[in-house]
């Protein structure tokens, strides 16, 4: 879906990513959302993406609308290419996209700002050729790293496995579409586990990280609470400020001064990447 401002010019664009776990969500809830007639406002385009879901935690892997990790994660890559592709006939500004979402599109926006070019250029599907890179990313209730073991390395208590068994196991190799531990263990297995640590990724060359976590700072009894804690921004954050990238973090469940300002300036990540745009923010007038 796609909101064009009315300008005179190539427009900047929000692309919006839903959570869902990768196995459920949709894009039509934002539409509801006033963060898509505060963009239009202020000249900023807005789209809202959907991808393919993960395999069942039980069941078949075999559907043909399943997809590992690494698979959505590049399904969401291809509509910012998609974009960036179609950006003259949509007077789109191809050097201006930005990415947010929660929960999953959290992670994925994350994913698409640190993560290597994917441009192909000898490929034959000429949108395969444009850049995936972004210029800044929302993670709002997102993760560190896709590849979920090596959570318990970061948390203090960490305890994955007991977490996020479902139904009585615990089979991360579903999350990649990979059909056993041998493969997640293999030469396969590792591959894609390292291609989802968005945490080992960063580096200088990335663009500008806006990090929130609403939750707060809970005992990790839940799957709910590992997955949305707020130790994952305290990471993101931590790590993005080391390599030299921009990041402004906001945990309000955590830092009582955050949820004051958070209150008082409801529209912070949209200003954020209209400063990252060059546009004016909520405090001037479009």
Known sequence: DLWLPESNAPAPLV?????????????????????VAEALQRGVAFAAIT???????????????????????RDCARAVQFL?????EYRLDP?????????????TSLWLAVHDDLADPASDDPVLRESSRISAAGVIDGQFTYDIERWDEFFDGGDVRRT???EGRYEPWRFFGLPDK?????????????DVHMLGMISEDDPPLYVQTNTADEPLTTRRIYNHHPHHAELIAARGREAGVEVECLLPQVHAGDARVLNEHP????????????????????
Not at 20 to 33: A, D, I, L, T, W
Not at 183 to 191: C, E, F, I, M
């Open 51 to 73: 991808y393919r879901f993960r395999p069942p935690e039980s069941g078949s892997l075999d559907a043909a609308d399943r997809a590992g990790i690494q698979d959505i994660l």
């Open 182 to 194: 041998a493969a997640y263990d293999g030469p396969v297995g590792r591959k894609w586990r390292n």
């Open 267 to 286: 529209h912070r990540m949209l200003d954020f990447f209209c400063r990252q745009f060059g546009v004016p923010t909520g405090d001037s007038p479009p």
């Open 95 to 107: 050097n201006r996209i930005a990415c947010y979402g929660s929960s999953a599109g959290a992670g």
């Open 84 to 88: 960036r592709y179609h950006a003259d």
């Open 15 to 35: 692309i919006f990513i839903h959570g869902g776990v990768f196995c459920g969500g949709n894009k039509y809830h934002v539409r509801s959302r006033p963060i």
């Open 164 to 166: 996020h068994a479902g």
